[in-house]
T-cell receptor, first 116, second 114 residues
């Protein structure tokens, strides 16, 4: 149980376009999901907390207008990278927990975004 | 604020040898502690976690970790490494009030020699 699915796994887009990444909890409901970003050979950095039915909470230094997060249902959170630039190229990973964290968090398999 | 240090960027061990990956954390209260493994281009898989109770925790794939409050450490161990264990390992800490907001260490790359 506790499966988190991300889609797409890889995406290439042109500079200036927008890309949407989906994070789904397949077998549980998640009122909160988390979005992380990972640069090559580096650790994960928390970008934002996605809250079902309300605004996301962004970490310091993360542009909320650039990284739009929508958590419209208890099983789906989306991250939209708007007006993408090559420096946005990265590995984006989401996580969620079926029990508010008491049993630990499950991570999605990640999305590799390349902006050309 | 919480922080995690993984002192070893890269470790190489022979297959069948024992393994210990170090993790030191900084957090004012009792932390939630995690170890994750990541294969290239993949997401993270939880190996084990410590929330409270027994300080020696058992995880999947034969891994274990010991929480030592006095040393602010949560080192990961495995008695006999398999070639398939080669991957990136991340230690993470979270506040017990919000385990989802984890702070990750920089990771340790494990190479396994045949």
């Amino acid at each position: 149980g506790a499966v988190v699915s991300q889609h797409p796994s890889r995406v290439i887009c042109k500079s200036g376009t927008s890309v949407k990444i989906e994070c789904r909890s397949l077998d549980f409901q998640a009122t909160t999901m988390f979005w992380y970003r990972q640069f090559p050979k580096q650790s994960l950095m928390l970008m934002a907390t996605s809250n079902e039915g309300s605004k996301a909470t962004y970490e310091q230094g993360v542009e909320k207008d650039k990284f739009l997060i929508n958590h419209a249902s208890l099983t789906l959170s989306t991250l939209t990278v708007t007006s993408a630039h090559p420096e946005d190229s990265s590995f984006y990973i989401c996580s969620a927990s079926p029990s508010g964290g008491a049993s630990g968090y499950t991570f999605g398999s990640g999305t590799r975004l390349t902006v050309v | 604020a919480q922080s995690v240090t993984q002192p070893d960027i890269h470790i190489t061990v022979s297959e069948g040898a024992s393994l210990e990956l170090r993790c030191n954390y900084s957090y004012g209260a009792t932390p939630y502690l995690f170890w994750y493994v990541q294969s290239p281009g993949q997401g993270l898989q939880l190996l084990l976690k410590y929330f409270s109770g027994d300080t020696l925790v058992q995880g999947i794939k034969g891994f274990e970790a010991e929480f030592k409050r006095s040393q602010s450490s949560f080192n990961l161990r495995k008695p006999s490494v398999h070639w398939s264990d080669a991957a990136e390992y991340f230690c993470a800490v979270a506040a017990n009030t919000n385990a989802g907001k984890s702070t990750f260490g920089d990771g340790t790359t494990l190479t396994v020699k045949p």
